[in-house]
């Protein structure tokens, strides 16, 4: 067991059945008030399949967040008297991220868990959360932007860490980021720049940031400014709760950057609250070809595989577009909205999601649609966009494509001459049979799916 994998020695009391057992876990040496914290419960002795069910864990006037579950497998060979023998022990591990609003002391209840007939439990126990001290050593600052956003609009956030002293240890706490019904939160492009870790309940965030000095009321500070993308998904006003970081500050050298290791206090700073304005977009003036990008200077490129095509023939479209925005959730419009004519293309309902190029600079769609009737080229597409910094709705579009059309029209399958000559009507003289008494299908449309079915794409 590690230094800082330490068993609750007044709580974490096991209990065994059948050969299982469980025990309670801290991932910390210390327990204080509004500091997260990881309690890990250790079921020994179980099956790795099926996998057991994470017991629900509930400390009053605490928030708890289960971090999953995860089987750690033990295999043992012995050989005695020259016979060889292999055992297997799984040990599974369920861990909750706690967090005690106040110093005190609180009850955890006996935890349960069950693997078919497999079951063991702990015993009800206790743990004191202790007051953790403020310093003047660091500074934690969250830096939302001073305009309004808009619902879509992907902006910049900035968390900056200032610190005068050795530290290590630490553990931020963003309440902005566990909004993940309100905010999509990703890093900023690296661009060269290190990444300082951030865990954020079962997540992971990997922040590049820069170094840099700054004074704050007269004092000298190490600056460390991380860097996060983060897109509104509601529009409303958000009043955030104040960030945080704990650490050790003091001890002595080979930490963060060469910062301390040693046993310093374990202190915590706090930023005041923000206040977050997300604007819905508006009704008004909105595009035909507008399907919720967001951004700025977008642009929009069209290729065709070909272009001598004949009427019927399904032709793909690669579609490029550029702009300064993050371009993973960005979605095309429909084709027949951005310029196509549908009785001249037939074009697919949906578009799939596409995939990004070029380091993020762009994305690339391809989209599959059939010639209903000769062109001469494929029109110049329109994509629209809100821009966030105008406050007003802008549209680009590509260029044109030339087409080459081959081919007679297109008839439709009830029209089809039928190989035996129907006897003589009044009215316009209906095609003949080919030479030999064959049927003619010059010209005809001998398609056996449905229209839609006919743009989709092989799987060779």
């Avoid at 932007?145 to 630490?170: H, K, N, Y």
């Avoid at 993020?360 to 809100?386: C, M, N, Q």
């Avoid at 802008?394 to 029209?409: F, R, Y």
């Amino acid at each position: 067991m590690s230094a800082r994998l330490a068993v609750l020695a007044s709580l974490l009391v096991g209990s065994a059945a059948f050969g299982q057992r469980v025990q309670l876990q801290l991932e910390s040496r210390e327990i204080y008030a509004q500091v997260p914290f990881v309690l890990a419960l250790l079921a020994e002795e179980f099956d790795e399949q099926p996998a057991p069910e994470q017991p629900r864990l509930t400390i009053s006037g605490c928030e708890v967040t289960p971090l999953g579950a995860t089987p750690q497998v033990q295999q043992m060979l012995q050989i005695i008297n020259g016979r060889q023998s292999v055992s297997r022990s799984v040990t599974w591990s369920f861990r909750y991220r706690v967090t005690a609003p106040a110093t005190g002391t609180y009850q955890v209840p006996a935890l349960t868990v069950v693997q078919g007939a497999r079951r063991a439990a702990t015993q009800p126990a206790t743990f004191h959360a202790n007051v953790i001290g403020q310093t003047r050593d660091m500074k934690v600052r969250l830096n939302l932007p001073a305009r309004s956003v808009m619902v879509g609009e992907t902006f910049a956030l900035t968390l900056d860490w200032l610190i005068r002293r050795d530290v290590s240890e630490q553990s931020f706490t963003v309440p902005l980021f566990d909004q993940v019904d309100r905010f999509e939160v990703a890093p900023a492009p690296a661009q060269g720049r290190r990444a300082l870790a951030l865990q954020l309940g079962s997540r992971r965030l990997e922040l590049p940031f820069d170094r840099s000095s700054d004074v704050v009321d007269g004092v000298q500070y190490t600056r460390l400014r991380l860097h996060a993308l983060v897109t509104p998904l509601k529009a409303g006003t958000l009043d955030v709760p104040p960030t945080s970081v704990v650490a050790t500050v003091g001890g002595g050298m080979g930490g963060f950057f060469g910062l301390g290791m040693g046993r310093g206090q374990l202190v915590k700073a706090q930023d005041v609250p923000r206040r977050l304005e997300v604007a819905a977009l508006p009704q008004a003036g909105r595009p035909r070809s507008f399907n919720d990008a967001v951004g700025e200077a977008f642009a929009l490129s069209v290729r065709a595989a070909r272009t001598v095509v004949r009427v019927g023939d399904p032709l793909e479209l690669e579609l490029t577009v550029r702009g300064k925005a993050r371009l993973e959730g960005l979605r095309l419009p429909r084709l027949d909205t951005a310029g196509l004519d549908p009785a001249v293309f037939a074009v697919p309902a949906d578009v799939a999601p596409g995939e990004i190029i070029e380091e993020g600079a762009a994305k690339r769609f391809r989209v599959t649609v059939r010639l209903k009737a000769a062109a001469r080229e494929i029109p110049r597409l329109a994509f629209s966009y809100y821009d966030a910094t105008k406050r007003t709705y802008e549209t680009v579009h590509s260029e044109p494509i030339a087409l080459q059309v081959a081919g007679s029209a297109v008839v439709g399958a009830g029209d089809v001459v039928a190989a035996a000559p129907a006897p003589a009507t009044p009215g316009p003289k209906r095609p003949e049979a080919a030479p030999g008494g064959g049927l003619s299908l010059v010209g005809a449309d001998l398609a056996l799916s449905a229209e839609p079915r006919t743009l989709a794409r092989p799987l060779g």
